[in-house]
């Protein structure tokens, strides 16, 4: 199969909400294919559909962000057929009500699953495939600042410039462990499986840039962005801002110039201000 000369930009979990509000915008500024995913096809499609309705062309992809196999058929259809990914969005996420019935143990396992694990699974799948320059925003929030971990010395750990993926991932797991156990708050931990996931998220950031700072691809940048309280199903649509409101910061970190430096491994804001994420 001949390799696609466009561009390449994906984004996970676009067929609603901010997801969806990004993959548009993608495609108005864009030069190049861009992929809305979605783990429903039906969804997915009629995405693509509404967005064809209004003269945009995204190309659509089935993509269960955790479902293992998903993210490896993926990750081949995009090897087999694009010289590689000039933008990565990892925007797939859950957030159960405050209504839930659920057991928190439960809510903490499957958030932690969805927002955080499943995420490292999309990096390790596809960032093998980040061509020179690329740029990956991963969707954060502001529930997912340091400051919302009660223990000084978790708080010390996760921001620490040595802290691995490794022992990220224990900590993650330490934290569904605890709240299984329901004595996750005598462990300096919140009671928001949500909050945490996103901290995870935005620690696991900072680690991501080290490693790409070493990569021999020159000027691959990730950083993590909240994007602002906005109107969607997450937040039982509380949020007073749209989706094309919320997309404007990811779309930016999407589209940063060559050789930014400034915007790199960083704590975004929705109004593109960086935050120090040890003191927000």
């Known amino acids: 199969m001949a390799l696609a000369t466009s561009r390449l930009a994906i984004v996970t979990g676009g067929n609603k909400g901010i997801g969806y509000a990004i993959v548009k915008d993608l495609c108005e500024r864009f030069d190049g294919d861009v992929y809305l995913t979605a783990r429903d096809v039906g969804r997915g499609e009629a995405a693509v559909g509404r967005l064809n309705e209004l003269g945009l062309k995204p190309k659509f992809h089935q993509l269960d962000v955790t479902d293992t196999g998903s993210v490896a058929t993926f990750a081949k259809f995009v090897a087999d057929s694009y010289a590689g990914i000039d933008v990565l969005v990892n925007n ?3 957030a159960f ?3 839930a019935t659920e057991p928190f143990g439960v809510q903490a396992e499957e ?3 969805v927002n955080y694990f499943a995420l490292r699974s999309v990096c390790d799948a596809l960032f093998p495939l980040l061509v020179p320059g690329a740029r990956v925003v991963n969707l954060s929030s502001s529930a997912g600042r340091l400051s919302v971990i009660p223990s000084e010395e978790l708080r010390r750990t996760l921001s620490s410039p040595l802290l691995t993926i ?3 991932d224990t ?3 330490q934290f569904v462990e605890k709240a299984k156990s329901d004595d996750h708050q005598q462990f300096g931990w919140p009671s928001s499986a949500y909050s945490v996931s996103k901290v995870g998220v935005s620690a696991l950031t900072f680690i991501q ?3 790409f700072d070493e990569d021999p691809r020159t000027d691959i940048v990730i950083n993590s962005v909240h994007p602002g309280y906005v109107d969607t199903d997450m937040t039982s649509h509380k949020g007073p801002l749209t989706i094309e409101q919320g997309a404007e910061a ?3 970190l999407s589209l940063l110039p060559a050789g930014e430096q400034n915007v790199k491994g960083r704590y975004v804001w929705n109004d593109k201000t960086i935050k120090d994420w040890c003191k927000c």
Do not use: E, H
């Open 97 to 99: 009500k405050a209504a």
């Open 171 to 173: 900590l993650m797991r």
């Open 111 to 113: 958030t932690l699953r």
């Open 250 to 252: 990811p779309v930016y």
């Open 166 to 168: 490794d022992q990220l």
């Open 92 to 94: 797939a996420a859950i």
């Open 209 to 211: 840039q080290r490693a």
